[in-house]
């Protein structure tokens, strides 16, 4: 079976064209001059995930050519396997594109991201943790004080994001100002007090970090 590592282009979009034109919607915190706090739309797993894969498929491995329509026999007879443990089970939903059937057998077994750091751990003797983009919002303010620590030219990239995010206005315009921190913080504001917040889980009588 081929292991193909598709590259998203999110991150050189999103630096390329914020500011300047509609970008991808990416969930950022909010908060407006009256102190009201809300959270942006989550679009970029659909355009810069599924939909890469999607047309991967459908140009390279099923041979459509541009403007060819879906073919009855491939509506729906393709199965999309998701990483999802059972912590994010909320978000297992339906395909929107008629090619495909979306699995979850993480889910499905039950297995929660200490389930499957345990098993890669004791099978193959890796260390895993979550995967998600480095300026994904959802990830907790430790992770950004673990890259600073850590992996100093990640961090830099991030902030970078967080700068043009202060620098810039989204198109079309918002009333409210945008933060990758939940706590619509500047990254470099951070103190070490809000970064007290690592989503750890026991392994072997261990602490261990999960990635968030």
């Known amino acids: 079976m081929p292991l193909v590592i598709l590259d998203s282009p999110l991150y050189t979009d999103f630096m390329e064209n914020f500011g300047e034109r509609r970008t991808i919607s990416i969930p950022w915190w909010t908060i407006k001059e009256d102190g009201h ?3 942006m739309p989550r679009n970029c797993t659909i355009d810069y995930k599924v ?9 390279e491995l099923l041979g459509y050519k541009k ?3 879906l073919r009855d026999e491939d509506k729906k007879a393709h199965e999309m396997h998701m990483g999802f443990s059972a912590e994010e089970a909320r978000r297992c939903k339906e395909n929107p594109n008629p090619m495909f059937v979306n699995k979850f057998p993480l889910v499905e077994m039950g297995l929660t991201r200490a389930d499957n750091y ?5 099978v193959w003797g890796l260390e ?3 995967s998600a983009c480095a300026f994904c919002p959802f990830h907790k303010n430790y ?3 673990y890259l600073r620590e850590n992996e100093p ?4 990239q991030v902030v970078g994001v967080d700068e043009l995010l202060r620098d810039k206005k989204p198109k079309p315009p918002m009333d409210s100002d945008l933060f990758i921190s939940r ?3 500047r990254l470099m504001d951070l103190t070490d007090e809000d970064c007290n917040d690592a989503e750890c889980f026991e392994y072997c009588g261990m602490r261990v970090w999960n990635g968030f």
């Open 51 to 59: 939909e890469l894969i999607s047309k991967y498929v459908r140009w």
């Open 118 to 122: 345990a098993y890669i751990k004791d």
């Open 183 to 185: 706590s619509r913080k």
């Open 153 to 156: 030219e990640q961090f830099a």
């Open 67 to 69: 403007g060819q329509r």
């Open 143 to 145: 992770f950004f004080k």
């Open 37 to 39: 706090k809300s959270k």
């Open 128 to 130: 895993t943790r979550a």
